[in-house]
T-cell receptor, first 110, second 114 residues
Framework: DQQVKQNSPSLSVQEGRISILNCDYT??????FLWYKKYPAEGPTFLIS?????DKNEDGRFTVFLNKSAKHLSLHIVPSQPGDSAVYFC?????????FGTGTSLTVIP | DTGVSQDPRHKITKRGQNVTFRCDPI?????LYWYRQTLGQGPEFLTY????????KSRLLSDRFSAERPKGSFSTLEIQRTEQGDSAMYLC????????????FGPGTRLTVT
């Protein structure tokens, strides 16, 4: 069963605007959430994480928001740059395992 | 230490052959994970080590797959009698159980079974 879901397979955004990538989960036991960026033929690169006891974490242009009551998290990228074009995966952690969504392909249009 | 490394980066093999992949984690990381990824999917958990102990294996991992992590350092993943369905990207990742949580991936090994 897919415990972490990314329902938008793709997203296009103009350069300089905000990119919002969404992720939903079903397991209330998840205690950490992470976002990864992946270029073709490379392994995923860690971007940012958030503990379940927080609702926001910021790192430069990247902000992750967590809404536990809705079991929803989002990644905001502001301002978006062409180099941000990649596939973004959200992941959730509980126990010893990380669970990944299926990814959202972001295209930032110059 | 610049990150997680994997060898080889690409492997093409004929059906029925055995293949072995190697992963060198970040040196101070005590947890090591193997994942498999196919097109359009997220990484799928295969197995997990804490130091040298293999603590968890996915039910999806058939008995043709075996992984080791001798001395709690590098790890190997072996696939015996490869099948075309084994074609995928095999990702290794390492993690440290300290302050906060992160999981760092290697570049992956792309396996093609012909």
């Amino acid at each position: 069963d897919q415990q972490v879901k990314q329902n938008s397979p793709s997203l296009s955004v103009q350069e300089g605007r905000i990119s919002i990538l969404n992720c939903d989960y079903t397991n209330s036991m998840f205690d950490y959430f992470l976002w990864y960026k992946k270029y073709p033929a490379e392994g995923p690169t860690f971007l940012i994480s958030i503990s379940s006891i927080k609702d926001k974490n910021e790192d430069g242009r990247f902000t992750v928001f967590l809404n536990k009551s809705a079991k929803h998290l989002s990644l905001h990228i502001v301002p978006s740059q062409p180099g941000d074009s990649a596939v973004y995966f959200c992941a959730a952690f509980t126990g010893n395992q990380f669970y990944f969504g299926t990814g959202t392909s972001l295209t930032v249009i110059p | 230490d610049t990150g997680v490394s994997q060898d080889p980066r690409h492997k093409i093999t004929k059906r029925g052959q055995n293949v072995t992949f190697r992963c060198d984690p970040i040196s101070e990381h005590n947890r090591l994970y193997w994942y498999r990824q196919t097109l359009g999917q997220g990484p799928e958990f295969l197995t997990y080590f804490q130091n040298e102990a293999q603590l968890e294996k996915s039910r999806l991992l058939s008995d043709r797959f075996s992984a080791e992590r001798p001395k709690g350092s590098f790890s190997t993943l072996e696939i015996q009698r490869t099948e075309q369905g084994d074609s995928a990207m095999y990702l290794c990742a390492s993690s440290f159980t300290g302050t906060g949580l992160s999981l760092y991936f290697g570049p992956g090994t792309r396996l093609t079974v012909t």
